[in-house]
């Protein structure tokens, strides 16, 4: 089905990193820009945009893009899951929508109701459907095929997650620095007139960019972690509250 729903936009916004008002922000741009058709194409110049976030791929953008995002071809933006996650990228981290017309244009504020309320839906069981019992918990008790979650261990994974987050990113630019200061320092003129160093530059820029993508699906992971266990709070919560009002 290439036309999604407004919640449908959500949890893919979600999946990719879009959270808070990003996330109802985010929902609203796709809506303005391809009413939620995973399939539209505008080929009109200055356009050649593809997908829900009609990402631009014109030009010298295209290849530029392609490698960024790991795609083969212009048509994987028609996957929902991988226009997201660039559009994700394009907006600084789901951050700043200035890239989208739709946005500094205003037309993405008529979808913005719709979109906030798909937002507040977003990350509620989602990747599972509705499973019933099977396959849930560890729990032999009853037929009500519930689990448990522990938000403190949630919490603690969240921490951990940020931690190695911020290693690899001081790796990352400790590999640059150093390989760069190797191929000045070992290669002198003859690099420099070779190309050698440049290349050699290029390579660890390259691989500090791919350490750095790896930290930052590590703090996602983190921010998800955390995500769950205040939800898993707020359930415990209420769930005590409303047993301590039925017994008085």
Known sequence: ?????AEQIAQHAYDAGFRGE???T??????????GNTKSHNDTPPDDS???WQINMLGDMGPARRKEFGLDSNKDLFDPAENAKAAYEIAGDGKNFGPWSTYTNGAYKKHLDEAEKA???AGQGSGGGSGGGQGGGTGGQGSGGGFSANPEALRKYAERAESIADALEGIGKRTVNSVTGIAKDSFGKV????????ALGNFSKG?????R?????ARKLGEGATDAAKTYQEIDERSAAELKRIMG
């Open 1 to 5: 089905m290439s036309k999604l729903t």
């Open 213 to 217: 993508t790896t930290g930052s699906n």
């Open 50 to 52: 593809y997908g829900l």
């Open 22 to 24: 990003n996330l109802t």
């Open 26 to 35: 985010a929902v609203a741009v796709a809506m303005a820009e391809s009413s």
């Open 119 to 121: 937002a507040k839906k």
């Open 191 to 198: 690099g420099a007139e070779t190309g050698f160093s440049d």
């Open 207 to 211: 691989l500090e960019k791919q350490v």
